[in-house]
Nanobody
Framework: QVQLVESGGGLVQPGGSLRLSCAAS????????MGWYRQAPGKQRELVAT???????NYADSVKARFAISRHNAKNTVYLQMNSLEPEDTAVYYC???????????WGQGTQVTVSS
């Protein structure tokens, strides 16, 4: 059974930082491309950042220079370090895992991030 379990969300003031974690089980983690997506109320889910099995990263323009995605294959975990948070970053953040040749696509349950004073 595949599980992606996000943690680290919460309430933070503008300009603050949070680190999200996504622990994967039931997959050969090092083979998977991993990503973070977010969905704000009334909006479509959007890509935040991705990291390939080889470690290449990609970011949405809105988070470049503020967010950093990383992975620890020995811990089966992907991280999203979020700095200089803005109210516009408020959303539910979802972890995503895509298998080799897009053979599988899995989602976590999401974690809420709220940026507010």
């Amino acid at each position: 059974q595949v599980q992606l379990v996000e943690s680290g969300g919460g309430l933070v003031q503008p300009g603050g930082s949070l680190r999200l974690s996504c622990a994967a089980s039931g997959i050969i983690f090092r083979w998977y491309d991993m990503g973070w997506y977010r969905q704000a109320p009334g909006k479509q889910r959007e890509l935040v950042a991705t990291i390939t099995s080889g470690g290449s990263t990609n970011y949405a323009d809105s988070v470049k220079a503020r967010f950093a995605i990383s992975r620890h294959n020995a811990k089966n975990t992907v991280y999203l370090q979020m700095n200089s948070l803005e109210p516009e970053d408020t959303a539910v953040y979802y972890c995503n895992a895509v298998g080799p040749f897009m053979s599988n696509n899995y989602w976590g349950q999401g974690t809420q991030v709220t940026v507010s004073s």
